[in-house]
């Protein structure tokens, strides 16, 4: 039985394949639904990262179409406010999660593969209450079955760390998206 696990970069992936591979005897597909990201040549560092790891632990990976426009007016049709105007982990950050979670279950749709879990949710950085309660919502509307890890995120960003390291795989300094970057910028003066 094949699961799709939306990946958003490869050192939370490499945790949670990890996982899956010793505990499930899910057939892992990856899927890289970043449209957040910026600028194209951070997403396409990512990408490859994902691309090494795939080919480390020999997995399919299908790669989503970058639109960052698309994703931008997702946002701002769905905030009150300037986008620039949200800190980060806040709403801004809910609606990135609702947009990639939602082209997740799309893809899922279109290969017939009714099981998905996402990346995002096993992170010591962001709302994975909120991930996980809208991802296993648009599984129950969906007739889909959203998996949801039981990891602790501070143990797996421990083992991310590891196997980056172990590895040599590229992770970025940044979430991804323009505004965050911009954060980074100004911590950094």
């Known amino acids: 039985m094949k699961l799709l696990l939306h990946?958003?970069?490869?050192?939370?992936?490499?945790?949670?394949?990890?996982?899956?591979?010793?505990?499930?005897n899910y057939e892992i597909v990856l899927f890289y639904s970043n449209s957040n990201i910026f600028?194209?040549?951070?997403?396409?560092?990512?990408?490859?990262?994902?691309?090494?790891i795939a080919s480390?632990?020999?997995l399919e990976l299908i790669e989503d179409e970058y639109n960052h426009q698309k994703w931008l007016d997702y946002l701002k049709q769905?905030?009150?406010?300037?986008?620039?105007?949200?800190?980060?982990?806040?709403?801004?950050?809910?609606?990135?999660?609702?947009f990639r979670i939602l082209r997740a279950v799309e893809k899922a749709k279109e290969l017939k593969i009714d099981t998905f879990a996402t990346t995002l949710s096993v992170n010591r950085f962001k709302?994975?209450?909120y991930i996980n309660k809208f991802a296993q919502e648009i599984a129950r509307l969906n007739n889909f079955t959203y998996y949801q890890f039981n990891l602790d995120p501070f143990v797996s960003h421990q083992k991310s760390r590891e196997l980056v390291k172990k590895y040599q795989i590229y992770?970025?300094?940044y979430c991804g998206c323009?505004?965050?970057?911009?954060?980074?910028k100004l911590k950094k003066k």
């Open 127 to 129: 709302d994975t209450n």
């Open 78 to 98: 769905n905030l009150p406010l300037p986008l620039a105007s949200y800190k980060e982990n806040q709403e801004r950050c809910l609606k990135c999660f609702e």
């Open 171 to 173: 992770s970025q300094k």
């Open 178 to 184: 323009e505004f965050s970057l911009n954060e980074v």
């Open 56 to 58: 480390i632990y020999k």
């Open 7 to 24: 990946s958003c970069c490869a050192p939370c992936a490499l945790p949670l394949i990890e996982d899956l591979k010793n505990n499930t």
């Open 39 to 52: 600028p194209k040549e951070e997403y396409d560092r990512r990408l490859n990262a994902l691309k090494e």
